[in-house]
């Protein structure tokens, strides 16, 4: 489980976290929703030990996150909206390397990256350079990479960003299933909200640094049809978090 | 161990991909080195096969101009082309300009009679030089002072062959007062630690100059993968995989402090082996093993720094290419990379220490050329080092600042 309390963070005196409370069951697929600037980047590279935060507490699985960052971080997985692999590499070097970083080695590895290229249905393109990938491709490739660890918590931003119908799709069931088969926790972020209907098990929406929703999926569709007349998560979402556009500067 | 065998072979496959990088890296220095060392093999070969054509105009009827041209030939670097004696100056000049003439020789009628000291025209100037402007002022000299000697000689001989009844009635031998063919001055190299006679060729100076050139144009592809490392969200992955940004600095110093090593290997291997086949003169390469390692070490420590602070710095990877390629050029000639520091003016030399590329080359140098040995480098080493260390604690510094890595 992931506990969040009074979780600050401002960069150059200017808030962008305030105040953040959230918990997270173990084993569910929480959606993070937000419009740009809201803080979810923040608040996942929080999580993940990417970047300090300024006060608060957070623990996950029990472990503080100030005191047990290394043990946190060999347990999680952060899948970031960027493609962060190497695109002159084959995805098999690419699995390899990440591999190797993770302490995986010999046959460890070896079964590690044969989940992983299952997972990313990646056995026909394993020798191919990435930067010869499709979008598809290149975002199964930078999932896969995330799990080879096998963490217990998964973070995924926004992972199904500019693929086709196909791919978004094979990504989504995915998710499902490793979540279901590894009782992975799993914390998404998109700004497809029929996604974040389709697998969260609970959603929370993050504005201006706070969180202003968050519950059960099923329960919050119940608010949307009783605020906007019917269970549509998309208008719920510009109904809290207001229409004007959120341009970042 | 394991970790870092993959961060290796991570970096040599990114940098043996890019096809830029390896032309950078390996092609354009391998290039510059067959160049420069085939153009530059006559500047420094004693045995100089550079001949200087000299167009020549003869109004002397005596015998002594034709003693000055052969003596003058005898130098193996000067070659006369004699026009018609009734041939204009104006078409002389002409001549010299189109033909591509550097110089015109005008022996003028009165030259014998200057050198015997005796007719009409003895007190008078009996050579004109006529220089085209292109012409740089050291090659003028050595014509000019050719040419005096040359002169002196004539006008010794003829002086003793003026007193010969005087020097008989003496009992002096005129031979043992003729002037002496060959010069009486003996050219000797100066090597630390009185080692074997080693000539300064061209490649001597051309392999170290480049290597060192291409050991800091290494800027490109650790700024390329630095900054597409960055901007791809893979520091952050991996800062969340636990991998400490000191980590990640070892990471790509390690593997770039190889493909140096790599660089110095190849570039050696074509002095000793491709320049003799080209007819270059074969590179020797001292024998410290150890001060050739540790100069080696420092410029690639200094480079390395010097590229991820550049990396660290820009926005992009066409900036970082763009600054460190231009502070490469610069740095190189100021540095004598490009025109040896021995021909700069006092001035110039005393700004070329300004540039850590010279300090490398110098210690290159002193292995290569001066004999030299890890006693000679460690001074030059040293600062290298410590400009790296500098570099490096700067990039450390910026790079948490930004909270990139």
Redesign the interface.
Known sequence: MIKIEHLYKSYDKKPVLKDVALSVKRGSIMGLLGPNGAGKTTLI?IL????RKDSGSITVNGMDLDHE??AI??R???????????P??TAR?NL???G????L?GKKLKESMEFCIDIGSMQDFLNK?VDKFSGGMKRRLNMA?GLL?DPEIL?LDEPTLGVDAQSRNYILKTIKKINCERKMTIIYTSHYMDEIEQVSDEIAIIDEGKIILHGATQDILTRADALCGHRNLEELFLKLTNIRLRDEN | MIKLLYILKKEFLLILRDVHAVTILFVMPAVFILIMTLAMKDLFDLHSTVVIDILTVNHDAGKRSAALLKAMEEHNTFRFHLIDKDTVTESVKEQMLSRDYKFTLIIKKNFSAFVNKKGKGKDENPLELLVNPTVPVQTQLVLKSALDGELSKLRWDAFIGRIEKLLAFAGIDKKDLKADKLSPIDVQYVYKGGQSFKMPSAVQQSVPAWLVFSMFFIVVPISNTFISERDQGTFMRLKSMNVSSSYLILGKMIPYLLINAVQVIIMIAIGVYVVPLCGGTALTIGDSLAGLILIASAVSFSAISVALLIASIARTAEQATTIGAVMNIIFGALGGLMVPKFVMPEFMQNLANLSPMSWGLEGFLDIFLRNGGVSDVLPKSLSLIALGLVMLGMTLILLRRHREV
């Open positions: 590279s993940t030990g990417v970047i960052i290394g971080q060999s999680c997985s952060y899948v970031p909206q960027t493609l962060a692999f190497y002159r590499l070097e390899e390397y990440f190797a970083l993770r302490d080695k350079r990479i660890n973070y």
